[in-house]
């Protein structure tokens, strides 16, 4: 079975125009090879006080001169995916990674070596709760009446038999202190989580403490 890339992105904010890329990584699921780079953000790049907060960086950091351009980072990781079987990606939240790492391709002129097309890992894991427990894990909407997935990355884990030791933040508010957030370990987890819920067992020696639930070794 040909497995997608696991792909995560640290970046200096949400808005996905004016924020930069400082950090990738990525887990060929076929070899286990890794890549993990950083990067200084442009000049012109908006850093947002929240995601300091969550990944443990200051402003400074993000635009640490000694550090190799954001531009040299996409580059690299261009070529990399380049020697992959596979050229899609698997993400949390790929409408935002994939989307921004396009963005900035199209900002420098650099050709996009992954397809468009990519595994959400949110809309697998929602699809095989909502197998198992006749519905979908919901929540209220923000600000309005209806509802909305509540499958973000911590609920996953949970489901997968694995414990959230990230930082968890809301509203600027640090909610649960752990680990700061780093792509390659995001990328990981989205890894382990994948193979727990598609083939029933666990890919990382961290993770092998962590039982695999009988439910997904069915």
């Not at 949390?92 to 890992?121: C, M, S, W």
């Amino acid at each position: 079975m040909i497995k997608p890339i696991a792909l995560d992105i640290e970046t200096s904010g949400l808005d996905k125009v004016n924020c930069g890329i400082w950090q990738i990584g990525a887990v060929d699921l076929n070899t286990m090879e890794e890549f993990i780079e950083e990067a200084r953000i442009d000049d012109d790049d908006s850093v947002e006080e929240d995601s300091l907060k969550v990944i443990g960086k200051s402003e400074k950091e993000l635009r640490n001169k000694e550090k190799q351009s954001q531009e040299e980072l996409l580059n690299k990781f261009f070529r990399w995916m380049e020697s992959r079987k596979i050229r899609n990606v698997l993400c949390q939240n790929p409408q935002f990674d994939v989307a921004l790492i396009e963005i900035k391709a199209n900002k420098y002129g650099l050709k996009k070596t992954f397809q468009h097309r990519a595994f959400d890992l949110h809309s697998i894991a929602q699809t095989l709760y909502s197998i198992f427990n006749k519905k979908l894990l919901l929540r209220n909407g923000k600000d309005t009446d209806a509802m909305e997935s509540n499958m973000n990355l911590t609920n996953i884990l949970n489901f997968c038999g694995l414990p959230e030791e990230r930082r968890i933040t809301h509203s600027g508010e640090i909610l649960k202190e752990g680990k700061p957030h780093n792509a390659l370990e995001d990328a990981k987890l989205a890894a382990e989580c994948f193979s727990r819920i598609i083939e029933g067992k666990s890919v990382f020696p961290e993770y092998f403490k962590f039982e695999v639930p009988e439910v997904l070794r069915k």
